[in-house]
Every structure is written in C-alpha cells, then in structure tokens.
C-alpha cells in the first residue's frame, strides 16, 4: 500500500457518459497529480493541484475537469466519454513542487465500450 | 515544450546480462527521476538525481544525470528475473509537473 488511495479500480462505462474517479493523498502531501497511461504508452500529465488550487495544466481535454477539496483529496471528472479515453488513470502525491519523488496510487482502469 | 526521450523502446536480455536505459532532455533540468513500473502495477519511485555529473548507486542500479543536466542513464548491472517492469525517466524542470519519458520494458529470460 503506498499510501495514495485511488477509487474504483475498475469501471466499464459507455460512450458519451461520464464518471469521476477519486483520488486521496498520501497522508501529508499537499500535492496531487493525475496521470493517464494508454495502453503499453508513457505517462501523460493532465493536470496538477496543490493544497487545493490548481497549480498547472498538461494534455487535459476540455472534457475532463478536476479539483482538490479542503481536505485534500482530488476528484478527476470525465465527460462525453469516447473509446479513445480508455486509459490507466493515476493519481500521484507529493508534499510539494519539486519534491523528492511521486508516490503514485494504484489506478483506474476506465474502459469505454 | 519540453521533451523527453528514452530509448530503447523495450530490451530483452538473458539473465545475468546488464541492461541500460538512456534519457534525454530537450530542456536542462532541476533534477531527474527515474521509477519503475511492475507489469499490473503503478510507477515506484527509484531515485531522484539533482547535481550535474551525479553518479548514485542502488545495489546492482547506476543512475548517472549528465554535466549539462540533460540525460541521464540506468545501469543494472547482471539482470535477475525480478527486474522485470518499465523504467521511466521524469524529467522536472521546477516549474510544473513531472514530464516522463516514454519507458523501456524490460524482459529478462530466466
């Protein structure tokens, strides 16, 4: 267990529809990341928030939005869900900018049929 | 924007051989990361390397980060079976978020 907790594991959902998935730090880290891990590809950034703002924007779709709550767990939401977003989605934690290593949550698969 | 590039793609090797990864950056760095993916299983932080010319050893592992703070190589030195996964470089440049490189898998044959 690292210690980054991700919720569901899993999810099967249709084209067009959306769905959240969840993200709780690391206890302490201020930092969280979001990640997305196509099949047998790199780790693509989407977006970052640090002690509940959003401190920066990678590849993020305009179809995609999240945010970081007070008590710092993170919620990544997706909509008008489109085969091509099937992915492994990570969220990472860290205790700030810069900091000496991610520890990374264990990811959802979200498989858009 | 900023790129990272690692190659090889995916290396195969017998056990006992040695293996390396290279990375290179388009940019110069603050620091470079490197992780390690299990097949199934989430990005494992290994090692961070901030100086230039930085050499640091993890048992059979050699991180190197190159004097222009560009590239940086993994060296594993006599392959064992559970050193299956991928290796990703991160690149961090100190003012966003990690950029990674693509990864190389690793396969080691009994």
């Known amino acids: 267990d690292s210690g980054v907790t991700q919720t569901p594991k899993h999810l099967i959902t249709a084209t067009g529809q959306r769905v959240t998935l969840r993200c709780s730090p690391r206890?302490?880290?201020?930092?969280v990341y979001w990640y997305q891990q196509s099949l047998d590809q790199g780790l693509q950034f989407l977006i970052q928030?640090?002690?509940?703002?959003?401190?920066a924007k990678g590849n993020i779709l305009e179809r995609f939005s999240a945010q970081q709550f007070p008590d710092l767990h993170s919620e990544l939401n997706l909509s008008s869900l489109e085969l091509g977003d099937s992915a492994l989605y990570f969220c990472a934690s860290s205790v700030g900018q810069g900091a000496k290593g991610y520890t990374f949550g264990s990811g959802t698969r979200l498989t858009v049929v | 924007g900023q790129q990272v590039m690692q190659i090889p793609q995916y290396q195969h090797v017998q056990e006992g051989e040695d293996f390396t990864t290279y990375c290179n950056s388009s940019t110069t760095l603050s620091n470079i990361q490197w992780y390690k993916q299990r097949p199934g299983g989430h990005p494992v932080f290994l090692i961070q390397l901030v100086k230039s010319g930085e050499v640091k050893k993890q048992k059979r592992l050699t991180f190197q980060f190159g004097e222009a703070k560009k590239n940086s190589s993994l060296h594993i030195t006599a392959t064992q079976t559970t050193d299956v996964g991928t290796y990703f470089c991160?690149?961090?440049?100190?003012?966003?978020?990690?950029?990674f490189g693509s990864g190389t898998r690793l396969q080691v044959q009994p």
């Open positions: 928030y640090y002690n509940g703002e959003e401190r």
């Open positions: 206890s302490g880290d201020l930092s």
């Open positions: 991160a690149a961090d440049t100190g003012r966003r978020a990690l950029t």
